[in-house]
């Protein structure tokens, strides 16, 4: 119930608003429709593979997050691994690590390409930067609690079904991204879904 309220969520604004079929004179920011060729449909079919591998790979790595947490139990006195400590002070350290060797990876393309490193866009790294990355390590951190508590079959889809749910409110009510009959499309998938989720929790043992 939780992941076909999920789905909901995610499908509600293709739901409530199909899309006709392209014509010849259609051509969207990416070029890929227009006229009905072979070529464009393979590569819309390719856009939508790479977007489904990404969220598969990102729902892998995400479980394996905290199965990685909940193996060695702390109940088990097992010294050598501590969750709340040198597991948060890795995962922030191997994020900052591996976004440097991002920024750098496009420096070194752009590079290479003429173009002007990409910049570290420190005005808006300040405030707003640091104020999303705050609220997303204590979100975090709450997280790896829940997951401590509850078990990771249980808290883990109950997060992604929480950080679903909020984000969508942002796109619903501050930038108004879903209107008509969408937002009421997913409102009822985000009622779903919260019920769902409560069921979930009962299901503990």
Same mark, same amino acid.
């Given at each position: 119930?939780?992941?076909?309220g999920?789905a909901?969520?995610?499908?509600a604004?293709?739901?409530?608003?199909?899309?006709?079929a392209?014509?010849?004179?259609a051509?969207?920011e990416d070029?890929?429709?227009g006229?009905?060729?072979e070529?464009?449909?393979?590569?819309?079919?390719?856009? #939508?593979?790479?977007? !489904?591998? *990404? +969220? %598969?790979l990102g729902?892998?790595?995400s =479980?394996l997050?905290?199965? @990685?947490v909940?193996?060695p139990?702390?109940?088990?006195?097992d010294?050598?691994f501590?969750?709340?400590?040198?597991?948060?002070f890795?995962f922030?350290l191997?994020?900052l690590v591996?976004t440097?060797l #991002?920024?750098?990876? !496009?420096? *070194? +393309? %752009?590079?290479?390409?003429?173009?002007? =490193?990409?910049g570290l866009q @420190?005005?808006v790294m300040m405030a707003?930067?640091?104020g999303?990355g705050?609220?997303?390590?204590?979100?975090n951190?709450f997280?790896?609690?829940?997951?401590l508590?509850g078990g990771?079959a249980?808290?883990?889809?109950?997060i992604?079904?929480a950080?679903?749910?909020?984000?969508?409110?942002?796109?619903?009510l501050?930038y108004?991204?879903?209107?008509?009959?969408a937002?009421?499309y997913?409102?009822?998938?985000?009622v779903f879904?919260?019920?769902?989720?409560?069921?979930l929790?009962?299901?503990?043992?």
């Amino acid at each position: 119930g939780s992941v076909v309220g999920m789905a909901g969520l995610v499908y509600a604004q293709r739901l409530s608003d199909p899309v006709a079929a392209p014509t010849e004179a259609a051509i969207d920011e990416d070029g890929l429709l227009g006229s009905p060729t072979e070529t464009k449909k393979k590569a819309r079919l390719s856009t #939508a593979a790479l977007g !489904f591998f *990404v +969220a %598969a790979l990102g729902g892998v790595f995400s =479980a394996l997050q905290y199965a @990685l947490v909940t193996a060695p139990s702390p109940r088990d006195g097992d010294p050598r691994f501590d969750p709340l400590g040198c597991w948060t002070f890795a995962f922030g350290l191997s994020a900052l690590v591996w976004t440097l060797l #991002a920024w750098a990876a !496009f420096c *070194v +393309a %752009a590079r290479r390409r003429g173009d002007p =490193a990409p910049g570290l866009q @420190l005005d808006v790294m300040m405030a707003p930067g640091a104020g999303a990355g705050i609220f997303w390590s204590v979100a975090n951190l709450f997280g790896t609690l829940a997951v401590l508590r509850g078990g990771n079959a249980l808290a883990v889809a109950q997060i992604n079904a929480a950080s679903l749910i909020s984000s969508g409110l942002w796109g619903l009510l501050y930038y108004r991204e879903i209107r008509g009959r969408a937002a009421l499309y997913w409102c009822a998938a985000a009622v779903f879904t919260g019920a769902m989720t409560v069921m979930l929790s009962f299901e503990k043992a």
